[in-house]
């Protein structure tokens, strides 16, 4: 564990980043790396650092500020603060102790944690948060179980990772079809088609829904041909 503080010769660093202590790594986001700091009260708090270009900020970066900094909702992460310096982005988010996958991981045998009525309270939430999401004009386009963190305890959900998201309006313009999870991504983008809106997230969230019952996979392709095969069968 690496609990090495953040250099504070960098006179570029606030002064909220110099006092945080390092902890663990916690993971790769779309575009940045994910560490848990503690403040010097002993709360944690997740910091995503991402590596500025030659031209700037990523625009996937500038896009997820842009998008999660307007957003307020109990099942959506909330960003507390942000920082440019001359060579790295960081953002500053609450912290969670897992994420969904995680999660399934580490109670799919206990019947006591992994049972309907949680499945169905985590499932509540997802829905209620890409209903926030998709009724303020944002598609989230990569949704999938290690992009929600999960508190234990108490089952508290939260959408996270924005780094795909987009903000939409009508009439909705064509988008990439380089976007989601293999596993978790709708026909309509295996097929082709840029043409495509919220319903993207909530066939993420059917998929989500299924694995959570099956602790496994609904869908597996090896490709996108042989993902689409899977869905027809």
Known sequence: MNNDKIKTDNSEYPEWLKNLTKKEHLGKGTYGSVHRFEDSFGQSIAIKKTNLVDDGIPSTALREIGIVSQLNHPNVIKLQKFHI???????????CELDLKKYMRKYALDTKKHNIESIKTIMFQICKGLHYLHSNMVIHRDLKPCNILIDPDNLKVKITDFG????????????????????????????????????????????????????????AGECEFTQLMSIFR
């Open 85 to 95: 310096s001359s060579k790295s982005l960081y953002l500053a988010f609450e912290f």
């Open 164 to 219: 795909l998201a987009r903000s939409f309006f009508f009439p909705i313009r064509p988008f990439t079809t380089e976007i989601a999870s293999l596993y978790y991504r709708a026909p309509e983008i295996l097929l082709g088609s840029k043409d495509y809106s919220t319903g993207v997230d909530v066939w993420a969230a059917g998929c989500i829904l299924a694995e959570l019952f099956l602790d496994d996979h609904i869908f």
